[in-house]
């Protein structure tokens, strides 16, 4: 969540990630947290949440961009699902051209994630929730093998075995800042599984108000052998993983 980032929390996912040495890299979206594009639909609570410009969102996500590059092998592939987060540059988007599609796709690139994050010089993926992919026919999905990844669109306590129900196939996903896991079983296809992987902001935001937050810091490995795969949700606790 660009400049809401915990910096604790952040530098432990990337020591870890030194030692892991991944071959293969997901970010499950919402590192940039563009809150001043929503404005527009959705009235902020506290005067402190208007002093992070987008400018300050995006100098913090291209930080961890740049720290998480450094600490993974030359060879590692990353993509980058976007999240409802930055959905929102595009939805102000329409709003400010009035659907004219040109300007539009002008505006996109002045100040889109994938420009201002310049993730073509960094060799990352972009992947659109309003673009199909990998043969997936569900919008800003990707697929590894049997195994979807894609950013997430349930809430609460429920929504890994909401996501399990919705794809009927393995699934990792963000989007509910928690780390969550769900299972079942096919007739045919044997377990299938839905893990949500946590966040690496703050666990707290102004918007929850005196809301204590149930939120947990995290990320997901897996460790794959001939198309077979074990996740592994990764804790995260006051700057250290379990």
């Known amino acids: 969540h660009g400049h809401s980032i915990d910096p604790a929390a952040a530098s432990a996912f990337l ?13 499950l ?10 404005s ?28 998480l590059q450094a600490a993974v092998p030359a060879k590692c592939s990353i993509t980058y699902l976007e999240g409802n987060h930055e959905a929102r540059i595009e939805k102000w988007i329409i709003n400010a051209v009035l ?12 100040i889109g994630p994938e420009a201002v994050l310049h993730l073509a010089s960094r060799n990352i993926r972009y992947i659109s929730k309003g673009t199909y992919y990998d043969g997936c026919k569900i919008q800003g999905t990707v697929r590894d093998g049997s195994l979807y990844i ?3 669109t349930r809430h609460g306590r429920s929504a890994a075995q909401s996501m399990l129900q919705r794809f009927g196939a393995d699934v990792v996903f963000g989007h509910i800042h928690r780390l969550m896991a769900a299972s079942s ?25 005196a809301d204590p937050s149930e939120w947990t810091q995290g990320y997901g490995v897996q460790i794959v052998q001939k198309q077979r795969y074990l996740h592994i949700n990764v804790p995260i606790n006051e700057g250290h993983s379990s």
Request: proline share 1%; with cysteine; glycine share 10%.
């Open 150 to 152: 894609t950013h997430g």
């Open 15 to 27: 020591a870890d990630l030194e030692v892991l040495k991944p071959r293969k890299l997901y970010l």
């Open 99 to 110: 659907r004219n599609g040109q300007d539009g796709a002008f505006l996109r690139k002045l």
């Open 29 to 38: 979206g919402d590192h940039l947290d563009c809150s001043g594009f929503l």
């Open 185 to 209: 079983r096919t007739v045919d296809g044997g377990e299938i599984h839905a893990w949500s992987c946590g966040h690496l902001s703050q666990n707290q935001r102004l918007y929850m108000h």
């Open 40 to 67: 527009q639909h959705f009235t902020l609570g506290h005067l402190s949440e208007l002093e992070h410009t987008y400018e300050d969102d995006v100098a913090s996500c291209n930080e961890f961009l740049d720290r």
